[in-house]
Nanobody, 127 residues
Framework: QVQLVESGGELVQAGGSLRVSCAASGLTFSSYAMGWFRQAPGKEREFVSVISRSGRNIYYADSVKGRFAISRDNAKNTVYLQMNSLKPEDTAVYYC????????????????????WGQGTQVTVSS
């Protein structure tokens, strides 16, 4: 049984930093590209960032580029999202997702490409 469990979400002030984590089990973690998505109240789920199986290929949404950093530890089956210079518009439920890709450098940004999803962790940025 595949499980993705996010943690680390909390209330933080604008300009602050936060790191959220996603621990995976029940799958061969190194065979999956890992993505982060978010969904704010009343809005559709949107792509945030993705990291390839090898960790060498990374992509960010324009809205977070330069502020967020994704990383992964294949030995710990965990993917991280370091969020700096947080803004109130970053407030959302953050989801991690796993995408079975054949190439170590491949990744996708569309949510329908992803095979497994976590339950999400709430990040709230106060102004």
């Amino acid at each position: 049984q595949v499980q993705l469990v996010e943690s680390g979400g909390e209330l933080v002030q604008a300009g602050g930093s936060l790191r959220v984590s996603c621990a995976a089990s029940g799958l061969t973690f190194s065979s999956y590209a890992m993505g982060w998505f978010r969904q704010a109240p009343g809005k559709e789920r949107e792509f945030v960032s993705v990291i390839s199986r090898s960790g060498r290929n990374i992509y960010y949404a324009d809205s977070v580029k330069g502020r967020f950093a994704i990383s992964r530890d294949n030995a710990k089956n965990t993917v991280y999202l370091q969020m700096n210079s947080l803004k109130p518009e970053d407030t959302a439920v953050y989801y991690c997702a796993a995408d079975a890709v054949s190439r170590t450098s491949s990744y996708h940004t569309a949510s329908y490409e992803y095979d497994y999803w976590g339950q999400g962790t709430q990040v709230t940025v106060s102004s």
